[in-house]
C-alpha cells in the first residue's frame, strides 16, 4: 500500500512539474512552434492585375505550397498605399499579416506631412522579392529616336517637353525627375490617376513621352503604339533585350527600377519572421515564380531582411531629397 502510494504521488508529482513547464511557457512562443496554423494574409496596396498584384499572387501561391497553409491576397488599393500600409501595422504582430511594399512605402513618407507612418519603426522587413524597371517610352511619331535626341529637344527648349506617369510621387515620376536632374534637362510632369490614362494619351499623341514600369507599356509596345527608349536599369530587360539600358544611353550608376518586398508589423517574433524569410526564398528559387518575374519584365533578388531593411532607408534618403528640392506633392 505504502509502495503503491508513493509511486502514485512521484506520478502525480512529475505531472505536476511538467504542467507548471507549461504553463511557464509563454503563449507566443507555442504559437511560433506551430506557425503557421492559419492562412496567411498578403495586403498589397494596388488593385488586382498590376504589376504589384501579379508579383504577390505568384509567390503567395508558391510560398502556401511550402507552408501547408493558405496565403490569400488582400487588395487594399487608395490614399497611395497609405490605407495598405496602415492596416498592417496596425495588424497583430503574429506574421499572419503582412505587406507586398514597393518603392511607395519609402516616398510616402517624404511626400506626406505629417508622414503617416515610419516604416523603419512600425514595421519589420521580411525579405526583398525582386524588381521590375522603369522605362522611358515615346508614341510611336515622336521625333525622338534616343534619348540622346529627346535630351537634346529638351535642352533647346527646357520645360517644353511634357511627360506623362502614374500619378504625382508614383516610382515612374520619382525616375524621371531623377533622371532629368542627372542629364541636366528641365521637363514639364503630367501626372495621371493610373498608368492605364497615362499610357491612352501618349498613344494618342496628347503628351509624347511617359515614365511607367516595363510590365503596363510591354503590349502597346509590342502592338507599335509605342516605343521605349531606354531601361532605367543596370542591365538590359528579359522583355525588352534590343533596348539600351540608361547606363549605355550615356548616364552609368544610373538606376530606377520598382522594387517589391514582404514585411511585418513591428514587434513579429524573430523565429516567425526567419520562418517566413525562409519560405520566401524557398519560393524564390522556383521555376514558377522566376518565370513569373521574368514575364513581367522583372527579376528576382535574394537576401536577407537586413539588406531590405537597408534598401528601405536608403530610399527613403534619396525620395527625401528629391521631393524637398523638386517641391513634389501627392495627388
Known sequence: MITAFKRS?????????????????????????AFPSKPVKVVVGYSAGGAVDIVARTVAQSMAGSMGQPVIVDNKPGAGTNIAVKSV???????????????????????????????ERDLVPVAMVGRVPVVIAVNANAPYANVAKLIEAAKAKPGSIPFATPGNGSTPHMAMELFARAAGMSLQHVPYRGGAQAITDTIGGQVPVIAINALEVLPHVK??????????????SSIFPDVPTIAESGFPGFEASVWYGLAAPAGTPKPVVAR??????????TTEVRERMASVGGEVVTGSPEMFG??????????DKLVREANIKPD
Not at 94 to 106: F, P, Q, W
Not at 310 to 319: D, F, G, K, P, T
Request: glycine share 6%.
Open 9 to 33: 504521488a512521484g506520478k502525480l508529482g512529475l505531472a505536476g512539474v511538467l504542467m507548471a513547464a507549461a504553463a511557464a511557457i509563454p503563449v507566443s512562443a507555442l504559437a511560433q512552434a
Open 89 to 119: 501595422i496596425d495588424a497583430p504582430a503574429d506574421g499572419y499579416t503582412l505587406l507586398m511594399a514597393a518603392n511607395a512605402l519609402a516616398a510616402n513618407m517624404a511626400l506626406y506631412k505629417p508622414s503617416p507612418f515610419d516604416a
Open 223 to 236: 502592338s507599335g503604339k509605342l516605343r521605349v527608349l531606354a531601361v532605367l536599369t543596370p542591365g538590359r
Open 276 to 285: 517566413l524569410h525562409a519560405e520566401v526564398q524557398k519560393a524564390l528559387q
Open 310 to 319: 537597408a534598401l528601405i532607408h536608403s530610399e527613403r534618403v534619396r525620395y
